[in-house]
């Protein structure tokens, strides 16, 4: 006689398919619904938060990106302070080659002067070769390179030799154009040390329009008999003052062994800054020094500029002495600052 298996056991065992079955399910359906919501209701409720079609292909609206019209914008833009001033210094090979350069020179007295740190933060160092470019781009400084196609200035150009009058005017097309771009600046030569910040000396208001450095200072800063000197001045931009450099750069062709700073001097001799009604404040070597007249105050002297120069291993011998001296100043007592003295340009001296 056949058997037949146990009932119990069968039902049983239906019972716990049964129930895993709707375990199953209920995760199932669980899972289902959550999947189903993220699908459906989390897009449309954070729709705001993700980009249109529209704003993705105009990242400068969506973003607040300012577009700029080359190279020379955006970095004049990321140098300058809040009013479009900008410092401007402009360097070649011969100014960062040897163990210590001019233009380290330079970048050290920002760092040594009285509040003037701040000021590299403004200062644009503008590169007409690839190695002093690339020894800017080093440095972590805001830097542009002048393209000077089918021109060498790599090197060191002695003073008044037809390449040094060749680089000064391609500095006065580049100032100009820096004008007609909207910004003032401050231009800097790379063999002047800022021993100060100048902002407290220099005229900020819009009465002035020029106010440059001479060689020697005749006692009247309104007196066009003054000798100008293009190693630093601050100019604002204006129609006046690009009309001035416009009339000044196509004076070159015409000016055959004339560097640009004799040019500028012989225009106002003639009348150019009364006829444009600039307003010109030439600037007293008290505060704005050179080797040509030394300023007999180091309490209030803001620059030094290795004028009356001619090599640049002459500038860099003597400024490091002007480092020196003013090191020697910063840790004097009051007593000895009065009986300060600068130390003999005696290097540039014998440089001619």
């Known amino acids: 006689m056949v058997s037949l298996p146990p009932i119990i056991p069968t039902l049983k065992s239906f019972i716990f398919f049964m129930k895993n079955t709707v375990v199953d399910f209920t995760l199932f359906s669980l899972l289902f619904i959550g999947l189903l919501y993220i699908f459906i209701f989390i897009p449309s409720t954070n729709k705001s938060s993700l980009p249109s079609p529209k704003s993705q292909s105009h990242p400068s609206i969506m973003f607040n990106m300012t577009i700029y019209k080359d190279d020379l914008d955006q970095v004049l833009a990321e140098t300058s302070t809040k009013n479009k001033t900008v410092i401007i210094a402009i360097i070649n ?62 090197g060191e150009k002695l003073y008044m030799s037809d390449e040094f009058i060749k680089m000064m005017w391609r500095r006065t ?21 800022w021993l100060r910040n100048p902002f407290s000396i220099l005229v900020l208001n819009e ?62 001799h003639e009348g150019v800054f009364r006829g444009l009604r600039l307003g010109v404040k030439f600037l007293d070597t008290l505060y704005f020094s050179g080797f040509c007249q030394s300023s007999n105050d180091v309490r209030v002297v803001v620059t030094v500029h ?13 400024l490091t002495a002007v480092i020196h001296d003013w090191k020697r100043f910063k840790r004097s007592s009051s007593n000895e600052t009065l009986m300060f003295e600068w130390s003999k340009h005696t290097a540039c001296e014998h440089s001619w």
């Not at 097309?173 to 040390?193: A, C, E, H, Q």
């Open 93 to 154: 090979e011969a100014y960062v080659e040897g163990d210590k350069s001019m233009f380290d020179l330079f970048l050290d007295s920002f760092w040594l002067g009285d509040d003037s740190r701040a000021l590299r933060d403004h200062l644009l160092i503008v590169a007409v070769d690839q190695t002093s470019h690339d020894r800017c781009k080093f440095l972590q400084l805001h830097c542009y390179k002048l393209e000077t196609d089918g021109v060498d200035f790599e």
């Open 173 to 193: 097309l580049f100032l100009g154009d820096v004008l007609k771009r909207g910004y003032n600046f401050i231009f800097t030569d790379t063999d002047v040390m």
């Open 207 to 268: 009465t002035i329009d020029l106010q440059i450095s001479v060689d020697h200072f005749n006692g009247d800063q309104w007196s066009e008999a003054n000798n100008i000197n293009t190693g630093v001045y601050m100019i604002r931009s204006n129609n006046k003052t690009i009309a001035l450099f416009d009339e000044w750069y196509s004076r070159k062709d015409n000016s055959t062994g004339m560097k640009e700073q004799d040019v500028l001097e012989k225009m106002m």
């Open 306 to 318: 290795s004028n009356c120069c001619r090599s640049i291993s002459a500038k860099v011998a003597d």
